[in-house]
């Protein structure tokens, strides 16, 4: 990909005559470098892509510069088992388990509820400032995780959401991803209980309709600059605010230090019997897909 291309990066807008607040989002490298970590099937693969350009969009709306943002699905007897992501500062990360004899029995494409059943999605909010935590959960209703995104926010903030996604796999074998996420604000809160706010609202159903105009193939296109998406669905409003942007990374944390010092926290006795007949403790990072060998030493067994 040459350097021209908008990738890897959330660029946040507000539309202060209609109450709105939007991100667009590209993902690319980072995408790819997620993905290539795992070596998932097409269906599993074009679903992570999509929980992180997710992940991405709602994220990055996230003012408090440490807080983190996880996206979970999960259900007992689909194909997928679990699908988790997270973003934090600009950095993202997920991974899925499944059972690949279910996923063999599916079809080629499957959908989301051939992929999970009856499951659910449950997003979190932690603050890092204040320590505050906040978990909402729905059914996983709806054809894509996008429009499950959008029940969320209906059912759990009371926010009028448009979420939109694309994914393409481009000709040299690499992923792009984009999305758009539009909200109407609330005309006021007390709490967590938004005030005035109607899915009917005049503002809303025309900020509404302007987004959906917006393509699948427009968002997954890295020639495109976001700015440019922006100004094509709203150049006749009167004023436009676009925020700071935000760019994206591959963001696992672990390291043999930080689990040496988790390990660490555990009886010495407990830890030995974690260790292999070698004395090695091995801790496989489900989001990197890396094993990580820790000797089990006095120097963090007390």
């Not at 259900?75 to 899925?96: A, H, I, M, Q, S």
């Not at 690949?100 to 400032?129: H, K, N, R, S, V």
């Not at 007949?277 to 000797?295: S, T």
Request: aromatic share 6%; proline share 6%.
């Amino acid at each position: 990909m040459t350097k021209d291309l908008d990738l890897d990066r959330a660029l946040g807008f507000t539309i202060p005559a209609r109450n709105a607040r939007g991100r667009v989002v590209r993902l690319g490298p980072v995408l790819d470098e997620i993905l290539a970590a795992h070596a998932y099937p097409p269906a599993i693969e074009a679903l992570l892509a999509e929980a992180l350009t997710l992940a991405a969009l709602i994220g990055s709306t996230l003012k408090d510069a440490g807080g983190q943002l996880t996206l979970q699905a999960q259900t007992d007897n689909g194909v997928v088992k679990l699908l988790v992501c997270d973003y934090r500062g600009g950095e993202l990360r997920g991974y899925v388990q499944y059972d690949a004899d279910l996923l063999a029995a599916a079809p080629e494409a499957p959908t989301l509820f051939a992929l999970f059943g009856a499951g659910y999605l449950a997003i979190t909010f932690d603050q890092a400032a204040t320590r505050e935590r906040y978990q909402g959960i729905v059914p996983l209703d709806g054809a894509t995780l996008a429009e499950a995104a959008e029940n969320y926010f209906v059912q759990s903030e009371q926010i009028p959401t448009l979420v939109r996604l694309g994914i393409s796999r481009r000709p040299d074998g690499t992923h792009v991803s984009g999305g758009l996420f539009l909200q109407h604000l609330p005309e006021g809160e007390n709490g967590r209980e938004r005030i005035h706010t109607r899915l009917d609202h005049p503002e809303w159903e025309h900020v509404n309709a302007l987004g959906r105009t917006m393509g699948v193939d427009e968002l997954a296109d890295p020639s495109l600059k976001l700015d440019v998406l922006v100004w094509r669905l709203f150049n006749e409003e009167d004023e436009i605010r676009l925020l700071p942007e935000t760019a994206m990374v591959r963001g696992c944390r672990c390291s043999p230090d930080y689990i040496a010092s988790v390990l660490a926290k555990f009886p010495a006795e407990e830890q030995r019997s974690m260790a292999d007949e070698d004395g090695m403790i091995v801790v496989d990072c489900a989001f990197c897909a890396r094993k990580f060998p820790v000797p089990v030493t006095d120097h963090y067994v007390s």
